[in-house]
Nanobody
Framework: QVQLVESGGGFVQPGGSLRVSCIAS????????MGWFRQAPGKEREFVAA???????WYGETAKGRFTIARDNARNQVSLQMNSLKPEDTAVYYC?????????????WGQGTQVTVSS
């Protein structure tokens, strides 16, 4: 079992930056692929980024060039640095974990943290 708790969401103006983080507990964190997803009102959940236990990274199209995912295994933490934010980045951002490759279903989810980009 893995428990995930996100933090760091908030309000930011367009063009600004924000960093969201996720703390994991309950299992061997370094073994897990960690992912970030987001869901905006009225839209389906969208893949943002993922990082494997060996630090391989994957990004969704909307995140490429603007977002950076990183992990700190010593702190059981994964973060998502978001730059050049746009109003369309407004969503609830979820941390997720799974064993294996970053594709496919994730087994564990956090409760989400709200990110709002608006002037």
């Amino acid at each position: 079992q893995v428990q995930l708790v996100e933090s760091g969401g908030g309000f930011v103006q367009p063009g600004g930056s924000l960093r969201v983080s996720c703390i994991a507990s309950g299992s061997i964190f370094s073994s897990y692929t960690m992912g970030w997803f987001r869901q905006a009102p009225g839209k389906e959940r969208e893949f943002v980024a993922a990082i494997t236990g060996s630090d391989g990274t994957w990004y969704g199209e909307t995140a490429k060039g603007r977002f950076t995912i990183a992990r700190d295994n010593a702190r059981n933490q994964v973060s998502l640095q978001m730059n050049s934010l746009k109003p369309e980045d407004t969503a609830v951002y979820y941390c997720a974990a799974k064993l294996g490759p970053p594709t496919g279903a994730y087994d564990y989810w956090g409760q989400g943290t709200q990110v709002t980009v608006s002037s």
